[in-house]
């Protein structure tokens, strides 16, 4: 069974830096492509970063230069490091997996931007 599983999120001054983390299990990371959303209340959930199978990058432009999408094969792990942290980045961070036609999402980790 497909689980993702976030972690790292919490309370940020603005201009601060943040790394989220998402663990998949039972799947082979490398052979993934893996995307982190964002939802705030009352928006539908937003991409913010993706990386393929075969290791190219994309980035929401709002983010794009201040968030960087990375894997950790070795550990089946994704990350994303978020710097220079505004409140506008403040939302709920889901990790995301399309797999067989399936998406798959994580629990969600809360990221909040002090002003």
């Known amino acids: 069974q497909v689980q993702l599983v976030e972690s790292g999120g919490g309370l940020v001054q603005a201009g601060g830096s943040l790394t989220l983390s998402c663990a998949v299990s039972?799947?082979?990371?490398?052979?993934?492509?893996l995307n982190w959303y964002r939802r705030v209340p009352g928006n539908e959930r937003e991409m913010v970063a993706g990386?393929?199978?075969?290791?190219?990058?994309i980035y929401a432009g709002s983010v794009k230069g201040r968030f960087t999408i990375s894997r950790e094969n070795a550990r089946n792990t994704v990350a994303l490091q978020m710097n220079s942290l505004s409140p506008e980045d403040t939302a709920v961070y889901y990790c995301?997996?399309?797999?067989?036609?399936?998406?798959?999402w994580g629990q969600g980790t809360q990221v909040t931007v002090s002003s």
């Open positions: 039972g799947s082979t990371l490398s052979m993934i492509d």
């Open positions: 995301n997996a399309p797999i067989g036609g399936r998406n798959y």
């Open positions: 990386v393929r199978s075969n290791g190219a990058t």
